[in-house]
């Protein structure tokens, strides 16, 4: 049942089952495991990213980014990785993932988070100029699950600045020039951890009943509308 991928193939990995590991020793490894993906990512020509979704401490997916192998400039990191986790699972409803950045989304890949219901987003280096965050803040935004609480969730989880010292310590070692542009123009920033809980949308869908009613309701009706489930 578990086989190993190709990293760079962008392919899906089910190697790693940790239902065991206590919640900080997973996302240690589940950050190194990303660490690796985003050294792998520079040397294969992408932009240094790396990403792993799991669930209950298993992998479901993950990825590099694939733009610079595919000519295709939506294929970032999170977006391959989200799509390989919807497929292996049969679902466009990651509700119950985890997924992990070596840096902070971009507003396009939040929104992705944000559509897909990923319950909880850990990453390592912020991005002040292009993050779903710290510029944007896609992934924190309430109106979406307030306006449309059939498809959005309420805000992930998140938890910011994990290993950023690692993650930039790694980049800066394998990619030296690279890597001191970046850290010169500010793109990215190692700082320390900066949880934020899961908000529980009370506003957004008026009641905790009405939200367990959404929520069966999603798979059973919302999401065979335009999404073929």
């Not at 990995?13 to 940790?18: G, H, K, M, N, V």
């Not at 920033?189 to 367990?212: C, D, F, I, T, Y």
Request: aromatic share 6%; charged share 25%.
């Amino acid at each position: 049942m578990l086989q190993q991928d190709d990293v760079g193939s962008g392919k899906i990995d089910l190697t790693l089952s940790r239902a065991q590991t206590p919640a900080v020793d997973l996302d240690r490894d589940m950050m190194m495991r990303c660490i690796a993906l985003a050294v792998r990512s520079g040397r294969d020509g992408e932009y240094p990213y790396g990403v792993v979704i799991c669930r209950e401490g298993e992998v479901i997916a993950e990825s590099i980014n694939r733009v610079a192998h595919e000519r295709d400039v939506t294929r970032h990191a999170e977006v391959v990785a989200i799509s390989a986790a919807q497929k292996a699972l049969g679902t466009v409803s990651l509700d119950d993932c985890t997924i992990y950045v070596s840096a902070e989304p971009c507003a396009y890949c939040s929104y992705a988070m944000r559509e897909s219901r990923i319950a909880r987003v850990v990453y390592g280096l912020h991005s002040p100029h292009m993050g779903g965050v710290s510029k944007w803040n896609v992934l924190g935004d309430e109106g979406l699950c307030s306006k449309l609480p059939e498809v959005f969730d309420p805000p992930p989880e998140i938890v910011g600045g994990f290993m950023a010292a690692e993650v930039e310590r790694a980049l800066l070692k394998s990619h030296p020039v690279m890597w001191g542009i970046i850290r010169k123009r500010g793109l990215f920033v190692a700082r320390a951890p900066n949880p934020m809980p899961r908000r529980q949308g009370e506003r957004a869908s008026g009641s905790k009943l009405l939200r367990r009613l959404i929520a069966s309701l999603r798979p059973l009706v919302f999401d065979r509308f335009g999404r073929g489930m």
